[in-house]
């Protein structure tokens, strides 16, 4: 079955097809630049998926094929962001964007061709995997525009890429190619063009096939070793609470008797 979702910004669509939600960024006059309603729709529309008990995997995309996200809209920077009150404004409705697809307790994976930039790439680095094709090129430009990255959305960049490869990428501006992107581990695979989707949505399925107990147990565990723990969410509890459940009984079960086991996330 195949759903769509009515978020409160038409410049992102989102449906929903078996266990795998799917959000696409579509402003495609802009290579898929993010503006400030976007900014704001996304945690909500995130939000919505997460407590979707038909879905167990999130891809992020951009639409068409030029462009994951090239970044905030900059045409908004004179009025949003002309001075440090407004800029202090828009990055929280930006960090906030960021953290919501961080801290979703599903697995989000970002499907990335072409530019992925600035505040794209900061929503990238938030999702737990990374899929791009041999065309995806990244880079966060903020120190040719002068402007400042909040410290949240700075840990979410550093735990994905390291303390040095971060400042390396922010100080110099410069942008990468996929090859080097996996090197750097910004990207877990890179991919031809003509595959990127195929094997994202392998992935995806792949992933919603197993336990959603213990998946989320493991992305809260992680994410609290890395300094990104989730509000409220106790990963030893979490952990417990797959021990308990009625997913572990049947693990055990198809392993002894030799078939795919059929979790419910229960």
């Known amino acids: 079955m195949n759903a769509s979702f009515s978020p409160s910004s038409s410049k992102l669509n989102a449906s929903v097809d078996g266990p795998v939600a799917t959000i696409a960024i579509h402003n495609p006059a802009k290579r898929n630049a993010l503006d400030l309603d976007m900014w704001r729709a996304l945690p909500g529309l995130v939000a919505s998926l997460d407590r979707d008990e038909r879905v167990r995997v999130i891809v992020l995309r951009g639409e068409g094929q030029e462009s994951f996200a090239s970044g905030a809209d900059i045409a908004e920077f004179e009025t949003v962001r002309a001075d440090a009150e407004g800029g202090r404004a828009y990055e929280a409705i930006n960090e906030a964007a960021f953290w919501a697809v961080a801290h979703c307790s599903k697995p989000v994976i970002a499907m990335i061709r072409g530019f992925c930039l600035g505040g794209g790439f900061g929503l990238a680095l938030s999702c737990d995997l990374r899929i791009a094709s041999e065309n995806a090129v990244f880079g966060i430009p903020a120190a040719r525009l002068g402007i400042g990255y909040p410290p949240g959305a700075m840990r979410l960049v550093t735990a994905a890429l390291g303390a040095p490869a971060a400042k390396d990428l922010f100080y110099t501006a410069r942008r990468i190619g996929a090859e080097e992107a996996q090197r750097l581990g910004v990207v877990q695979r890179v ?76």
């Open 191 to 266: 991919v031809p063009d003509d595959a990127l989707e195929e094997t994202t949505l392998a992935l995806a399925r792949d992933i919603a096939g197993n336990a959603p107990l213990t998946i989320r147990a493991a992305k809260a565990a992680i994410d609290a070793a890395m300094g990104l723990a989730h509000p409220g969410a106790d990963p030893a509890a979490l952990a417990d609470q797959c021990f308990d459940s009625a997913d572990a009984v049947e693990g055990r079960t198809a392993f002894l008797e030799k078939r795919k086991p059929v979790f419910t996330g229960r």
